[in-house]
């Protein structure tokens, strides 16, 4: 099965400090998606927290807006998650997927393919 979002970064950070995430979709075959990156604790549903439209355009919820910031390299095929001024509530398995959007980009089931998953510890 080929895996289409390869991730890379995460690991463990105190508070107030910075970390990137990348994602890599040289592999991914379809056009004109939606990239976004999910975050999952332990116990909980993927929660989205921030999204790129094909267009550019990008989407965050509420507790990470000024914070975190969502990006695309289109030469390299590489998505990023630059997280700044993290916090211990920002910790959780974070998640690349692409898909095409048809209502929210903060649903999990909007998305076809996800990457592997990546842990985020931020400690107090």
């Known amino acids: 099965q080929v895996q289409y979002l390869v991730q890379s970064g995460g690991g463990s950070v105190q508070t107030g400090g910075s970390m990137r995430l990348s994602c890599d979709f040289s592999?991914?075959?379809?056009?004109?998606?939606?990239m976004a990156w999910f975050r999952q604790d332990t116990g909980m549903g993927r929660e989205g927290v921030a999204a790129?439209?094909?267009?550019?355009?990008?989407n965050y919820i509420d507790s990470v807006k000024g914070r975190f910031t969502i990006s695309k390299d289109n030469a390299k095929n590489i998505l990023y998650l630059q997280m700044n001024s993290l916090k211990p509530e920002d910790t959780g398995m974070y998640y690349c997927?692409?898909?095409?959007?048809?209502?929210?980009?903060?649903?999990?089931?909007?998305?076809?393919?996800w990457g592997q998953g990546t842990q985020v510890t931020v400690s107090s």
């Open positions: 592999k991914y075959p379809y056009s004109r998606y939606c």
């Open positions: 997927a692409a898909g095409w959007v048809a209502n929210s980009w903060s649903r999990s089931n909007e998305y076809n393919y």
């Open positions: 790129i439209e094909y267009d550019g355009t990008t």
